[in-house]
C-alpha cells in the first residue's frame, strides 16, 4: 500500500519536473526567438516596408519623367538652385496621420527614405509600416521660418533613426515633397532630458541663428532605452524644384520616376 | 508535454520530424508576425518625443 503510494508520489514528482523542465525550455526558446527579432527581424522587415512606402510616395508625386539634361545623366552634380526666399513653399497644415513628406538622408544609408506624416503618434505614426517619422504639429511647418521638427525610433518599428549618430557635419538631409527637395545641412547634436522641450523652440540652442529654418531630428538615447534624447539639429540649405530636377546626390533614388 | 506531443505524432520518425518542422514554423511564424509585434506596441514602446 504504502510502497503504491511512494510509487504514485515519484511519478507525480517526476511529471511535475518533465512540465517544469519543458516550460523552462519552451520560455528560453522564446526570449532567444525575441531577440532575434527584436535586434534584427523587425527592423529589416518594417524598414523595408517604409523605405517601400516612401518609394511609392515620390512616384505618386513625380511627373511623368522629363527628359534628363546632359549634366544630369553624367553624373556631375546638378546646378545648386539660388536660394531665393520668396520661392520656398511652406507647406499647409495636415490631419494627423497624413503622409506630407518624405525624408532622405544619404548618410543613413544609399537607399534609405522614410515618409514623414503629421503627428507623433505611436501607433498611427512613429510604430507605423507606412510611416516611421513624425512631425510634431505644434513645431513650425515645412519651408517656414522656425524650427521643422520630427521624431522616430531609433530601435524596432523600423528603427528610421538608426543612425541618427553618424551625422557629420554638413551631411544633406533632403525633405521631398510634391513641389521638391528641401535641402538641409547637419550642423550638430545634442542630449538632453526627456522634458527638455525647449528643442522644439524656432530657436532651440544657443548655436543656432534666429530667423533660419531649421530641421530638428529626435530620437531616445541610448538605444533600446527612453532615458534621454538625442536631438540632431540641420540648417536649411536651398530648395531644389522638381522641375530642375533631382538632386544629384540622390538621383539614384529617382532614376525613371522624376 | 513535448514527449507526450512526440509520441502522439503519427507516422515513422521521418513522418514525425517532418511534422515537428512544420509545427515550429507555424510556432515561430505567429510569434514573428503577431505575438512579438503585439507585445512590444504593448509593453515595450520607448518614447522617442519630448514632451
Known amino acids: ?258 | 508535454m513535448y514527449r507526450l506531443l512526440w509520441r502522439a505524432l503519427p507516422g515513422n520518425l521521418w513522418a514525425k520530424i517532418a511534422q515537428t518542422t512544420g509545427l515550429l514554423l507555424v510556432a515561430v511564424t505567429a510569434l514573428f508576425l503577431w505575438v512579438f509585434p503585439w507585445f512590444v506596441a504593448t509593453f515595450m514602446t520607448t518614447n522617442v518625443t519630448v514632451n
Not at chain 1, 47 to 71: D, F, I, K, M, V
Not at chain 1, 81 to 92: E, F, H, Y
Not at chain 1, 118 to 142: K, M, Q
Open chain 1, 1 to 258: 500500500m504504502r510502497a503504491a503510494r511512494n510509487g504514485a508520489q515519484r511519478r507525480g514528482v517526476s511529471l511535475a519536473l518533465d512540465i517544469l523542465q519543458d516550460v523552462a525550455f519552451t520560455v528560453g526558446g522564446v526570449i532567444l526567438l525575441f531577440l532575434v527579432w527584436h535586434t534584427w527581424f523587425n527592423d529589416i522587415v518594417a524598414g523595408s516596408a517604409q523605405n517601400q512606402a516612401s518609394h511609392q510616395l515620390a512616384q505618386e508625386w513625380s511627373a511623368p519623367a522629363p527628359s534628363a539634361t546632359p549634366t544630369e545623366t553624367s553624373g556631375t552634380p546638378t546646378p545648386r538652385p539660388s536660394v531665393d526666399p520668396t520661392q520656398i513653399p511652406v507647406l499647409g497644415s495636415h490631419s494627423d496621420g497624413e503622409a506630407f513628406a518624405t525624408l532622405i538622408v544619404p548618410r543613413f544609408g544609399t537607399d534609405y527614405e522614410r515618409v514623414i506624416a503629421e503627428g507623433i503618434d505611436p501607433e498611427t505614426v512613429l510604430n507605423s509600416s507606412a510611416t516611421g517619422v513624425g512631425h510634431y504639429p505644434e513645431s513650425a511647418a515645412l519651408g517656414e521660418i522656425g524650427n521643422f521638427a520630427v521624431a522616430a525610433h531609433r530601435t524596432t518599428f523600423g528603427a528610421p533613426f538608426a543612425e541618427i549618430e553618424k551625422l557629420r557635419l554638413g551631411d544633406h538631409i533632403y525633405i521631398e515633397t510634391p513641389d521638391g527637395w528641401y535641402v538641409y545641412s547637419y550642423r550638430n547634436t545634442a542630449y538632453v532630458w526627456p522634458a527638455d522641450v525647449n528643442v522644439l523652440n524656432p530657436v532651440p540652442t544657443t548655436s543656432l541663428e534666429a530667423g533660419q529654418r531649421l530641421l530638428t531630428m529626435t530620437s531616445c538615447h541610448p538605444e533600446l532605452s527612453s532615458a534621454e534624447r538625442i536631438i540632431a539639429y540641420s540648417v536649411f540649405d536651398y530648395f531644389a524644384p522638381r522641375e530642375l530636377g533631382v538632386p544629384a546626390e540622390i538621383q539614384h533614388l529617382r532614376e525613371g520616376t522624376a
